[in-house]
């Protein structure tokens, strides 16, 4: 059964350095979602990407944040100027729309 | 905006028994879907079973049901015959907008299983 992949598992980095978390959605899902969890609390959404560009943001994903899709495969998530609060867990997500979304297994950053 | 709210954050059970875990939701949208997702401990958000809002018939999966009651925007999930493999936390969410809007998640709720 397909499913969606993200790399790395674990990502340690200093605070102030670049980060880009990868992933590999389901190949003909139409939508993608980055979200994240901070460890205790919810799941909260990031931005979803349709037709090769942002559909939708939160408040969240501000001017740090930036996504893209460089190839036929693959979705990222950039975060440039990592702070201590962006420690968390960053999911994937894909879909043909608001009927289902499936979930990779999250990559874990920590912001030292 | 879009809420949708768990009012226990903890919830235990023997195996074996069954076990209702409540969720509500408020939204303006005509047209959306409800989500219950369980994370285990590994932190993967795994979709255990899904509700249109147009359907009246209830969901279900196996051991798992929903009771949605539209009117007063209520989903509950429940777990028959619960096992040690359903202990994590679940998350209750609601869908709309078309696909592009994110899903919007409860606070959790965190699932014991006694032996």
């Known amino acids: 059964e397909p499913e969606v992949t993200q790399t790395p598992s674990h990502q340690v980095t200093q605070m102030g350095q670049e980060v880009i978390l990868r992933c590999v959605p389901i190949s003909n899902h139409l939508y993608f979602y980055w979200y994240r969890q901070i460890l205790g609390q919810k799941v909260e959404f990031l931005v979803s990407?349709?037709?090769?560009?942002?559909?939708?943001k939160s408040e969240i994903f501000d001017d740090q944040f930036s996504v893209e899709r460089p190839d036929g495969s693959n979705f990222t998530l950039k975060i440039r100027s990592t702070k201590l609060e962006d420690s968390a867990m960053y999911f994937c997500?894909?879909?043909?729309?608001?009927?289902?979304?499936?979930f990779g297994p999250g990559t874990r950053l920590t912001v030292l | 905006a879009q809420t949708v709210t768990q009012s226990q954050p903890e919830m235990s059970v023997q195996e074996a028994e069954t076990v209702t875990l409540s969720c509500t939701y408020d939204?303006?949208?005509?047209?959306?879907?409800l989500f219950w997702y369980k994370q285990p401990p590994s932190r993967q958000m795994i979709l255990v079973i899904r509700?249109?809002?147009?359907?009246?018939q209830n969901a279900t999966e196996n051991r798992f049901s929903v009771n949605f009651q539209k009117a007063a925007k209520s989903f509950s999930l429940k777990i028959s015959d619960s096992q040690l493999g359903d202990a994590a936390m679940y998350f209750c969410a609601l869908g709309s907008g078309g696909g592009a809007d994110g899903l919007t998640f409860g606070k959790g709720t965190h699932l014991i299983i006694q032996p």
């Open positions: 509700q249109e809002a147009y359907k009246q």
């Open positions: 997500a894909s879909g043909w729309g608001m009927d289902t979304q499936y």
């Open positions: 939204t303006s949208e005509s047209d959306y879907y």
């Open positions: 990407f349709y037709n090769n560009e942002i559909s939708e």
